[in-house]
């Protein structure tokens, strides 16, 4: 139980362009679900909290226009890239924390962004 | 605000030895703490947690961690290293009123030496 899916694994883009990266929570409703983002060798940076049927909080230093995030139910939650540039390249991840689990957050298995 | 440091980025070990991995936080309230392990372009794997109760907590594939208040450490032990132990392992804390926000350390990567 408690599997949290990516879509795309990976993705290639052109600069200039928008790609949107969906984190879904396949065997249990999601009220909430974090956006990571990672460097090659880094640790993991939060990016945003979301929650489902509100508006997502940024972390400091997040461009929100830049980075959209839509929660839409309790079990899809999408990160769309917007003119993306190089810079952005990056490994994705996504978790999701379940109604009954108070402190776990379930990963997904993350998507390789590469802007070219 | 909440930290979580990471002692060594990098560890070595050989098959069948003792696994150390050293992590101490900082939190205002108490922290309920993680460890997860990544393995190459995968997403995180929970080992275990601590949030309340026994402060020596097991986990899976044989790693516990204990946690000491006065030390402010969580520390992930394993008595035998396995070759398949070999990854990234990443000490967390989550403050409770923080809604579950997690931050982490910055990674440790395990070497296991046949």
């Known amino acids: 139980g408690a599997v949290v899916s990516q879509h795309p694994s990976w993705v290639i883009c052109k600069s200039g362009t928008s790609v949107k990266i969906e984190c879904r929570s396949l065997d249990f409703q999601a009220t909430t679900m974090f956006w990571y983002r990672q460097f090659p060798k880094q640790s993991l940076m939060l990016m945003a909290t979301?929650?489902?049927?509100?508006?997502?909080?940024?972390e400091q230093g997040v461009e929100k226009d830049k980075f959209l995030i839509n929660h839409a139910s309790l079990t899809l939650s999408t990160l769309t890239v917007t003119s993306a540039h190089p810079e952005d390249s990056s490994f994705y991840i996504c978790?999701?924390?379940?109604?009954?689990?108070?402190?776990?957050?379930?990963f997904g298995p993350g998507t390789r962004l590469t802007v070219t | 605000a909440q930290s979580v440091t990471q002692l060594g980025s990098h560890v070595s070990v050989s098959e069948g030895a003792l696994v150390l991995l050293r992590c101490n936080y900082s939190?205002?309230?108490?922290?309920?703490l993680f460890w997860y392990v990544q393995y190459p372009n995968q997403g995180l794997q929970l080992l275990l947690k601590?949030?309340?109760?026994?402060?020596l907590v097991k986990g899976i594939n044989g790693f516990e961690a204990e946690f000491k208040k006065s030390e402010t450490s969580f520390h992930l032990t394993k008595p035998s290293a396995h070759m398949s132990d070999a990854a990234e392992y990443f000490c967390?804390?989550?403050?409770?009123?923080?809604?579950?926000?997690?931050?982490f350390g910055q990674g440790t990567e395990l070497s296991v030496k046949p």
């Open positions: 978790s999701a924390k379940s109604l009954a689990g108070l402190y776990e957050q379930y």
């Open positions: 601590y949030t309340t109760g026994a402060t």
């Open positions: 939190s205002s309230v108490p922290p309920y």
């Open positions: 979301s929650n489902e049927g509100s508006k997502a909080t940024y």
């Open positions: 967390a804390v989550s403050e409770g009123n923080q809604g579950g926000k997690l931050i």
